[in-house]
């Protein structure tokens, strides 16, 4: 008879999973050993299991596929907490192994007890324990289907000494269901979906993550309404691509005439977006269109709410809307986005070789012309976001992940892991904040160890920039956002990796160019200017008197002269009229 963690093994060999990312320990022995002997599913040891939860996270966020983490009790869970609240957070169907005390032990304050049953409620949809062999292999599957078929992460708690345990039964054959189906919208919101579109002469359209696999039917749209087309950070590598209509992103990391494009329609449609920021949305004349009930109307009053996916509900609305001839606000949306672009870009290319310390802006742009047309770009929270959400090129077949919705720190280099095991063909770029890279340094082991051909790009400011931006935003004087540099290559290079250190613009692309066609890992340190802050598109006035606030703050201390460094880095940001 089988164990129950041989038997939890077969299940996941059943559902296609191909590696488990964790580290081993105590309670998880036995289902490591069962991944051992089994064969088939490779154990991938990294550094802390949180980089094992980031890694998953990728992994499934790439392929679509289930993808599987764990974590030893006690401490081993708690790790995971953190990639597990990105992954479900993110939709990437993650299961977790959270292995627990022996049974007997429970309840009696024993060595490395927590609760992971309670633990994990938050950032899991499903989470049950396992606590008799009976339970095989039932329990397993519900949990592999609920992360598929919800899109987000389970959580099975297994207690060491069960896994050791003997299972009467086999676990047999079965199917799980793994391409879902789509969902029209009911015939009464597209008759209404499609008199509103009509009846505005003004249209603009907002996409996000849910227009994947529906990029002709939105250009349909647009064309058909002569709609400026924007779109939210996690709908960019679907949305921007051969997109006419396209005028940029909104939020705080937004750029171009998105935001003027949204406020001046007469109506705006969300399709397949759960655009947290209301304070960037008309919060008025819109109509939402999304295949989760749960997300219709939580970010602004609706006109209208359409339940179904974006593809299907286009295609249904679009032989009953009408072709609209008036192109004056398609065009002059276009033009201010056109103009908004001309501004960056002349920024960070004229006199680039006097630039010192480099410009962030010029490197992530040398990054989106040298790498590959079909890389998987993973990006660190912070000021990377930014430089990632408006200078790398989607075209259909780069991928952009990041942990957008949780806000980690230290995802880039994880994600990265993940993404490289799942995509070994595939260049797989980290854009990786030093504030970031630092928090999981040791990720660059696993890096080397496994020999992945990753390529880490560190925006090296010796600050935590986004940080900084919140508190001068606020009125406050940065503080604690700086610290003294570290010189991260020669770090990699005492790892085993490859690595340089630039310092100058014009080291930028012979540095790149060598990383991305250099065979195995290797690590580019980029010294940047630390004055360089993300300037929104829309600057409101109490942003500008936070700002003079804290100003006034820096300099009655004495620190008029970083002031002035920070004015001339960001001059040539100021969005103009």
């Known amino acids: 008879m089988a164990t129950v963690a041989e038997q939890f093994v077969e299940v996941l060999r059943q559902a296609g999973v191909e590696r488990i990312y964790g580290v081993v320990g105590d309670s998880l022995n036995p289902v490591v050993d069962a991944v051992r002997r089994a064969g088939g599913v490779e154990w991938v040891q990294v550094r802390n299991e949180e980089a094992g939860a980031f890694a998953a996270s990728a992994e499934a966020q790439l392929t679509g596929r289930l993808a599987v983490c764990a974590g030893s009790c006690g401490p081993g869970n ?72 919800r899109g987000g992460v389970s959580v099975l708690v297994l207690p060491g000494d069960v896994a050791q345990l003997r299972v009467a039964g086999t676990v047999g054959p079965h199917d799980f269901l793994t391409a879902r189906g789509t969902l029209r919208p009911p015939a009464d919101q597209v008759a209404q979906l499609a008199t509103a579109l009509n009846d505005a002469e003004k249209v603009m359209l907002f996409c996000g993550a849910g227009v994947r696999d529906a990029h002709e039917e939105v250009m349909s749209l647009a064309a058909r309404t002569l709609a400026p087309v924007g779109h939210a950070l996690r709908g960019k590598e679907w949305i921007q691509y051969d997109n006419p209509y396209d005028v940029g992103m909104s939020g705080l990391l937004g750029y171009g005439a998105c935001h003027e494009a949204m406020h001046e329609a007469e109506l705006v449609v969300l399709a397949g977006t759960d655009f947290p920021y209301d304070d960037f949305l008309p919060g008025a004349r819109t109509v939402q269109i999304d295949r989760d009930p749960t997300r219709l ?69 040398l990054v989106d012309e040298l790498a590959d047309d079909d890389a998987v770009f993973t990006v660190d929270t912070g000021m990377c976001n930014v430089w990632a959400a408006r200078y790398l090129t989607p075209n259909g077949r780069r991928r952009v992940i990041g942990s957008f919705r949780h806000g980690s720190m230290a995802n880039a280099l994880p994600h990265a892991i993940g993404a490289q095991f799942a995509a070994p063909g595939r260049q797989v770029v980290s854009l990786s904040g030093d504030g970031g890279l630092g928090m999981l340094l040791g990720e660059l082991l696993t890096v080397r160890m496994y020999d992945l051909p990753v390529k880490i ?18 009125g406050m004087p940065d503080f604690g956002t700086d610290y003294p540099p570290v010189d991260y290559a020669a770090i990699a290079a005492a790892a085993g990796i490859e690595s340089e250190t630039v310092r100058t613009p014009s080291e930028v692309r012979k540095a790149l160019g060598t990383a991305f066609t250099m065979p195995g890992p290797y690590l580019v340190n980029v010294v940047t200017d630390p004055n360089v802050l993300s300037i929104p598109p829309r600057i409101t006035g109490g942003q500008v008197r936070g700002f003079a606030r804290a100003a006034g703050k820096v300099v009655l201390s004495g620190g008029v002269g970083r002031m002035i460094d920070m004015a001339r880095a960001n001059l040539r940001n100021i969005p103009r009229p």
């Open 78 to 149: 708690t790790h995971l907490v953190q990639g597990l609240y990105d992954a479900d957070r993110s939709g990437a169907p993650v299961l977790a192994l959270a292995s627990h005390i022996p049974g007997p032990q429970i309840g009696t304050g024993y060595f490395q007890e927590t609760h992971p049953e309670r633990l994990f409620v938050d950032c899991a949809g499903f989470c049950e324990t396992i606590g008799t062999p009976g339970q095989l292999p039932r329990v397993p599957r519900v949990a592999v289907q609920h992360a598929i078929g």
């Open 457 to 474: 790009v560190v925006f090296n400011n010796s600050s935590l920039g986004m940080v900084k931006l919140e508190m001068l935003v606020d």
């Open 297 to 365: 109307g939580r970010r602004t009053p609706l006109e209208l709410a359409v339940h179904g996916d974006v593809g299907e509900t286009l295609r249904a609305v679009l032989p009953k809307v009408a072709q609209k001839t008036d192109r004056r606000y398609l065009d002059r949306m276009l033009e201010r986005h056109l103009r908004a672009l001309d501004h960056v870009v002349d920024a960070y290319t004229r006199d680039i070789e006097h630039h010192v310390p480099i410009h962030p802006e010029y490197v992530a742009s």
